[in-house]
């Protein structure tokens, strides 16, 4: 079972109380974009095995969307953060890399 902290509420939350709402830090692409592009936004997702960032939402309790980093092989959370933010804070980063020193990152956007 996840235990997951909202960062908005401060509750510790079991995943039963959450939503996952796959993949974080998806770019979507404009109007004018091509039509592969559209498609890779709808339809292309990473499933990683390590590090992963996703999406929840805290649904009976404060019902906010936020950012989690967690290790999909261990159940491992790293940290959450709110979900307004185009990448993930420094100090989730930090605490990823102390615990895995050789981690790149795959689906987090550039720092």
Not at 19 to 47: C, I, K, V
Request: charged content about 25%; overall charge negative; glycine content about 8%.
């Amino acid at each position: 079972m996840l235990l997951i902290e909202c960062p908005y509420c401060g509750v510790k939350a079991e995943e039963t109380e959450l939503a996952a709402g796959g993949e974080a830090h998806l770019t979507r692409h404009g109007p004018d974009s091509a039509e592969e592009a559209f498609a890779a936004y709808l339809f292309d997702r990473l499933n990683p095995k390590g590090v992963h960032f996703e999406r929840w939402r805290h649904v009976n309790g404060c019902g906010k969307w936020f950012h989690c980093a967690r290790d999909t092989a261990t159940l491992e959370v790293f940290g959450t953060y709110s979900a307004q933010t185009s990448a993930p804070p420094q100090t989730i980063l930090d605490a990823i890399r102390a615990r895995r020193p050789d981690w790149k990152p795959a689906n987090a956007p550039a720092e």
